[in-house]
C-alpha cells in the first residue's frame, strides 16, 4: 500500500507528460451534426418539455463553413474526438447537447491560455450499424482578446445562454467515455467482453460502475473506487481487467453467456463533474436444429401419411416453420400448404425452445415426384434452414382393383338379395295378419246371427 502511495505521484507526473507528448498539430476534420435542446414552456407541465434540433457542425483545424448552422470550432487537446469517426460521414450518426454540472464545480486542468468557462457541451458520435459509440465532453472556451469574450463576460458562465443558429463557438475536448459494442449478438456458452474505455485529458480520481437492467431485473455487477483503488462490488461471473483499470479500460468479460445475461448493460465512469455513460445491448441468438422424420417416402395411391418437421433449441421464442409442395425440378412457384398444425412451444433447461410442425395428407398420382420442403426462418439465421422429403406414390394394381370391384358388386348384389327377402317377408307377415282379421270378423256376424 506504501508502495502505491509513492509511486501515484510519479504515475501522474509520467501520464501527464505522455499527454503533453501526444499534443499535435489540429488537423482539418468536419463532422456534421444535429444540436439538440429541450425547450420549457407553459405546456411543459402537461406534454413535457418540447425538443429541438438545429443543423452544427463540429469542426477542427482551419476550415469555415458557410451553411446556416452552429459551429463548434475544436481547440488543441491531448483528446481527439475524430479519431473514432475514421469513416464516410453517411456510416455515422452526430448528436450535440448542453451539459449541465448542475451547479457543482471541480476545478479542471485548463490546456491553453483561453479564457475557461463553466459551460459543457458533449457530442455523442455513433455508427449507425452499431460498432461504437463515443461520447465526448466539450468545455466552452473564449480568446481573451476577443470581442465576444468581452460582451460575454457577464454570462460565460451560464449553461443555458442563447445560442444563435450561426453561432460560432470555441470548445475544448476533456473527456471522452466510448465503447466498441454498443451492440453483442452472441451465443450461448460464449465468453463476452463488453467494452468500455475512457480518457481524460489530466490525472484525477474516477469512479466506475457496471449495471445490468432487463425486464424488470436490475442489479449492479461492478463498481470501483479509484481515489482509493479499491473494487467495492464485484459480481458473480464477471471478470475486470484490473491491470488495465487505470490506464482507461473498464471493460468486463462475462463467463459462459446464458439467456439470463441478456438485456441492458451500463458502464458509468463518473470523473467529477461529469458522468459519462454508454450503454450496451446483449442480444442472445440460438440458431435452431432443423430435422425431418423421413428423407423420402414411397406410398401407394390412396395412403394417408403424416409428415413432421423438428425445429429445436433456438432462442429467441419467434420462429416461422412453412411448409411447401414443389413439383419436379423445374422452375413453377412451390405452393404453401395450409392443412399444417404445430405442437406448443417446448421450453428446454437452458432457456431455449423446440416445436414441431406436423403436415398430413392422402397420396394421390398427383403428388409422385413431388417434393415437400419444411423451410424455417429464425432472427438468428442469414438465410432459412429448408430439409427436404421426397415422395413416390404407385398405383394400386389393375387385377387388385377388379378383385375390389368384384368383392365390392358381390357385397352389393348380397345385400340386395337378403333385402328382398326380408320385405317379402315382412308382406307375407302383413297379409296373413289383414286375412285373420278378416276370418275373425266374419265368425263374429254369423255367431251374432245364429243368437237371433
Avoid at 44 to 70: H, M, V, W, Y
Avoid at 118 to 123: A, G, I, K, L, S
Avoid at 161 to 181: C, E, K, P, W
Wanted: aromatic share 8%.
Amino acid at each position: 500500500m506504501h508502495l502505491k502511495i509513492f509511486l501515484r505521484p510519479l504515475w501522474m507526473l509520467a501520464a501527464a507528460i505522455v499527454q503533453a507528448q501526444n499534443r499535435h498539430t489540429v488537423q482539418n476534420r468536419k463532422l456534421e451534426c444535429m444540436f439538440v435542446e429541450e425547450k420549457q414552456s407553459e405546456e411543459t407541465q402537461i406534454f413535457g418539455p418540447t425538443t429541438i434540433k438545429r443543423k452544427a457542425f463540429l469542426l477542427s483545424g482551419d476550415l469555415n463553413i458557410n451553411e446556416k448552422a452552429i459551429i463548434f470550432k475544436l481547440q488543441a487537446s491531448s483528446l481527439d474526438v475524430f479519431q473514432y469517426v475514421d469513416e464516410k460521414p453517411d456510416n455515422l450518426g452526430c448528436e450535440i447537447s448542453r451539459y449541465s454540472t448542475h451547479g457543482i464545480h471541480v476545478p479542471w486542468t485548463h490546456q491553453g491560455k483561453e479564457t475557461i468557462t463553466d459551460v459543457w457541451f458533449t457530442v455523442t458520435v455513433r455508427n449507425l450499424k452499431s460498432s461504437f459509440t463515443a461520447t465526448s465532453f466539450m468545455r466552452k472556451i473564449e480568446a481573451p482578446d476577443s470581442q465576444q469574450a468581452e460582451n460575454n463576460e457577464a454570462k460565460a458562465d451560464e449553461e443555458d445562454s442563447a445560442i444563435g443558429d450561426t453561432d460560432t463557438l470555441l470548445v475544448q475536448v476533456s473527456y471522452v467515455v466510448h465503447t466498441s459494442t454498443p451492440l453483442t449478438k452472441t451465443k450461448l456458452k460464449q465468453d463476452l467482453v463488453l467494452d468500455c474505455g475512457y480518457k481524460i485529458d489530466h490525472s484525477t480520481d474516477f469512479n466506475i460502475d457496471w449495471r445490468y437492467q432487463h425486464k424488470g431485473i436490475k442489479k449492479k455487477l461492478f463498481s470501483y473506487n479509484g481515489r482509493h483503488e479499491q473494487v467495492e462490488h464485484l459480481e458473480k461471473g464477471v471478470e475486470v481487467f484490473m491491470d488495465r483499470i487505470r490506464t482507461g479500460n473498464a471493460s468486463i468479460r462475462i463467463r459462459n453467456i446464458d439467456v439470463q445475461d441478456e438485456g441492458s448493460y451500463t458502464c458509468s465512469v463518473y470523473v467529477p463533474p461529469l458522468f459519462g455513460i454508454q450503454t450496451l445491448e446483449v442480444e442472445v441468438l440460438e440458431s435452431p436444429i432443423v430435422s425431418v422424420d423421413l428423407d423420402s417416402l414411397s406410398l401407394k395411391e390412396g395412403d394417408e401419411q403424416k409428415l413432421a418437421c423438428e425445429s429445436g433449441r433456438f432462442y429467441p421464442l419467434d420462429v416461422t416453420v412453412k411448409w411447401l409442395r414443389q413439383q419436379g425440378e423445374g422452375h413453377m412457384l412451390p405452393v404453401y400448404m395450409t392443412n399444417v398444425v404445430f405442437s406448443p412451444h417446448r421450453r428446454n433447461k437452458d432457456g431455449t425452445y423446440n416445436i414441431t410442425s406436423f403436415f398430413r395428407f392422402i397420396a394421390s398420382l398427383r403428388d409422385n415426384d413431388v417434393t415437400y420442403m419444411c423451410r424455417v426462418e429464425h432472427i438468428s439465421l442469414a438465410k432459412p434452414i429448408k430439409r427436404y422429403i421426397h415422395v413416390k406414390v404407385e398405383a394400386q394394381p389393375q387385377i387388385l382393383l377388379f378383385i375390389l370391384g368384384s368383392i365390392t358388386i358381390l357385397v352389393v348384389c348380397i345385400f340386395l338379395v337378403i333385402l328382398l327377402i326380408q320385405i317379402k317377408k315382412v308382406t307375407s307377415y302383413l297379409f296373413l295378419c289383414s286375412h285373420r282379421k278378416k276370418q275373425e270378423e266374419a265368425l263374429l256376424i254369423i255367431g251374432k246371427e245364429d243368437s237371433v
